[in-house]
């Protein structure tokens, strides 16, 4: 429907004088692609009245590190160690020659799979992110054109890049992990992702940018660094940068440039403003510096780190040293509320309880990440913003006398209820216009059955499946 739209609800989390704020009983006005108004009341005239009732009307969530394949650090979560698992390719699979696990209709299945469970989580902006291990080297920039197209026809708001690299991890029989090199097929990964970049950035009415995606930082040399960071600086385009999430990574690292993963980016001068680097979880105080001192985003994964047993040292440390912090999905489920929730549990383990509060952690999930874009249009309600809009239903949960308190102790990305993007409204009562969700969830669990089925290929010793992972309890014969 043409014309303004009128959005009400319980709770209004709008954003004044450069912060967040809430309306009870508020409500948001629509126009265009863009936010209005904000506020208690709205005079003027509307089209549309939409009355949520028992909700929160957030900005949406921004997703720095947006899972967008099935995601196989879930296989992972009982089964180590990592070289033994699948998790590093074994010698003699190098040898044999990497290859495709999925299909190129599998990838471009896989994205579009993913980006819908993004906007049903409420994810508004999502920088995608997927394993490299079941790939024959880096992404392809023929997926991510599929990619390009899937986030057109839903309505996400995405910024594109294939991930590319220098090297990779290969592992012998005895656990003795080493990096392997080719250079030359980096660089081609890079300027193919450059041209891709030029290309799509600014396409779908400005919804779809460009985005630089470089592998983990030991698997990547000098050179392919310094290029990404000029290719990008000169695009103003963002980099994100996996590094300190690893003992192996540290070790690595060391081993070849006789220093810490983000000393060597400053070193190089790859250290920006517009990097973003996941996961920090491994990263020394002086690293903290260098982040801080650069004007770089950490990208804080709290829920896939708790998961293998490892914790930001420390959110509120960081953020006390002025870093910005933004929030990354970067498992399944790709539930941010949840991540956010866990983000506490984990931050008032290492500080304390009164070391931080639901809304340090809210800010990062919103302002952090637009933030991190260079984007004073994202992450936020409030007039000139644009409309991009999750509404949580509160209906069925037991709520706090504030909202964004009941969003950390009572509910879940399940509670999604309407998500808009652009000002368009994609997802309603829960359903994502042309998406079957029960045929895509039996379709994606086909395709990790036949994924899993592969891991022997590229498992240390190649043991049955069996073996690769192990049950958790008896499964008796009849």
């Known amino acids: 429907m043409k014309g ?19 309306y009870e009983n508020g409500v948001v006005v629509i126009e265009g692609c863009d936010v209005l108004h904000v506020g208690a009341s709205f005079e003027g005239e509307v089209a549309q009245r939409i009355d949520y009732g028992e909700a929160v009307i957030s900005p949406g969530f921004v997703d720095l590190d947006a899972l967008s394949d099935l995601d196989t650090t879930i296989l992972g979560y009982d089964n180590g160690p990592a070289w033994k698992k699948g998790r590093v390719w074994p010698e003699t699979y190098v040898a044999r020659g990497p290859y495709e696990m999925y299909t190129p209709e599998e990838l471009a299945f896989q994205k579009r799979h993913a980006f819908a469970q993004l906007i049903r989580n409420g994810i508004t902006t999502a920088l995608p992110i997927a394993s490299l291990f079941y790939r024959a080297w880096g992404e392809t920039v023929a997926e991510f054109e599929a990619a390009a197209e899937a986030a057109k026809e839903l309505g996400l708001r995405v910024y594109l890049g ?17 990096a392997v090199y080719d250079e ?3 660089l081609a990964g890079l300027a193919e992702a450059a041209a891709f970049a030029q290309r799509i950035d600014g396409t779908a009415g400005g919804r779809i940018r ?22 990008a600086s000169g695009m103003g385009a963002p980099v994100r940068q996996h590094c300190s999430q ?29 990097w973003m680097l996941p996961h920090g979880t491994q990263a020394t105080e002086a690293e903290f510096d260098l982040i801080g001192g650069a004007g770089a985003t950490l990208v804080h994964c709290p829920l896939v780190a708790a998961r293998h047993g490892g914790v930001l040292n420390s959110f509120p440390k960081v953020r006390g040293r002025g870093i910005n912090i933004g929030l990354g999905t970067d498992t399944h489920p790709a539930d941010m509320i949840l991540n956010m ?28 990440g637009a933030k991190a874009l260079n984007r004073v249009d994202l992450g936020r309600l409030a007039p000139g913003a644009k409309a991009d809009i999750a509404v949580i239903d509160l209906r069925h949960t037991l709520q706090t006398p504030d909202p964004v308190q009941t969003l950390m102790t009572s509910v879940s990305g399940r509670d999604m209820r309407d998500v808009w993007i652009d000002g ?16 895509d969830a039996a379709r994606a669990q086909t395709q990790f059955d036949g994924l899993i089925a592969k891991y022997p290929d590229r498992t240390a010793g190649h043991p049955p499946v069996s073996e ?6 008896e499964r008796p014969t009849p």
Not at 4 to 22: K, P, Q
Not at 170 to 178: H, L, M
Not at 251 to 264: G, K, N
Not at 347 to 368: C, H, K, Q, V
């Open 184 to 186: 030359a097929r980096g």
């Open 210 to 231: 460009a985005m630089f995606a470089p592998d983990r930082i030991e698997t990547c040399t000098e050179t392919l660094l310094r290029r990404t960071a000029e290719i």
């Open 341 to 368: 929730q866990i983000g506490m549990m984990t931050a008032r383990l290492s500080d304390g309880m009164d070391s931080i509060r639901s809304e340090d952690m809210f800010d990062a999930a919103t302002l952090g």
């Open 424 to 439: 368009r409204r994609v997802m309603a009562d829960g359903v994502i216009p042309g998406i079957d969700e029960t045929a």
């Open 4 to 22: 303004r739209t009128l959005l009400s609800a319980r709770w209004v989390i709008g954003h004044r004088n450069d912060r967040h704020v809430v």
């Open 468 to 473: 690769i992972f192990t049950p958790s309890y």
């Open 246 to 274: 690893s003992p192996v990574e540290l070790r690595l690292v060391r081993e070849q440039h006789e220093c810490t993963s983000i000393e060597w980016l400053h070193r190089i001068g790859a250290l920006q403003a517009n």
């Open 162 to 178: 294939p991930a590319y690299r220098t090297g990779g991890q290969v592992t012998d029989t005895a656990g003795t992990i080493r």
